[in-house]
Each structure stands twice: as structure tokens, then as C-alpha cells.
């Protein structure tokens, strides 16, 4: 059974990092794409960032969050800086069982889901 678990959430300033974390256990994780998404309150789920052969970023994060992985302990980080209040949502963690040079940014491809981490960014 695959299980996707999402950490190191919380409460920062506009322009301040922080870093979410996704670990990730029941599969081959070396063979998986692995991608975040985020809802804010009040609207739907979007895409961010997904890790694969290559990465693939939301342009309103490109420049700003950098999406890694550390395949030894199955964990997909998501390093996010200069944040804005507009980044505030509860980030998502998702996984596939393949890899591809284009990793997608549909939903509906990701097959495996963990139940997310808040992040609020203040003014």
C-alpha cells in the first residue's frame, strides 16, 4: 500500500522560507514522478511542481520554490522562498508509478495522494 505523508507546514512572514517535506513508503520510489499541488480556501486544487526525468513548475512559483528528492529515503522536498501571502494553502504531495521527461500537471495522472500540510503566509 503506498503512503504519501506531508510535514514541515506552518505559520511564516511574507518573504520568509520554508521547506515541505513528502515521505513516501510502499513502492519503488526511484521510478516514481512525484509532484505538489496546493488548494488555497475557496478554490480549487492547482498544480506546483512535479519531479521526474525532468521538473516541471507552475509559473507562479517558477523562480521562487525548487522541488527535490532524495530517492535513498523515499522522500520529494519542496524548498520554497520569498514567500507571499497568496502562496497560503494547504500544499499536497502526489505520485505516480512511472517516469516521463514531461512531467504532468493534471490531477487526474497522479494516483497516489497524501492529505497535506498548511502553509500560512502573514503580511
Known amino acids: 500500500q503506498v503512503q504519501l505523508v506531508e510535514s514541515g507546514g506552518g505559520l511564516v512572514q511574507a518573504g520568509d522560507s520554508l521547506r515541505v517535506s513528502c515521505a513516501a513508503s510502499g513502492g519503488t520510489f526511484s521510478s516514481w514522478t512525484m509532484g505538489w499541488f496546493r488548494q488555497a480556501p475557496g478554490k480549487e486544487r492547482e498544480f506546483v511542481a512535479a519531479?521526474?526525468?525532468?521538473?516541471n513548475y507552475a509559473d507562479s512559483v517558477k523562480g521562487r520554490f525548487t522541488i527535490s528528492r532524495e530517492n535513498r529515503k523515499s522522500t520529494v522536498y519542496l524548498q520554497m522562498n520569498f514567500l507571499k501571502p497568496e502562496d497560503t494553502a494547504v500544499y499536497y504531495c502526489a505520485a505516480v508509478p512511472f517516469l516521463t521527461y514531461a512531467p504532468s500537471r493534471l490531477e487526474s495522472t497522479y494516483a497516489y495522494w497524501g492529505q497535506g500540510t498548511q502553509v500560512t503566509v502573514s503580511l
Open positions: 519531479s521526474s526525468l525532468s521538473e
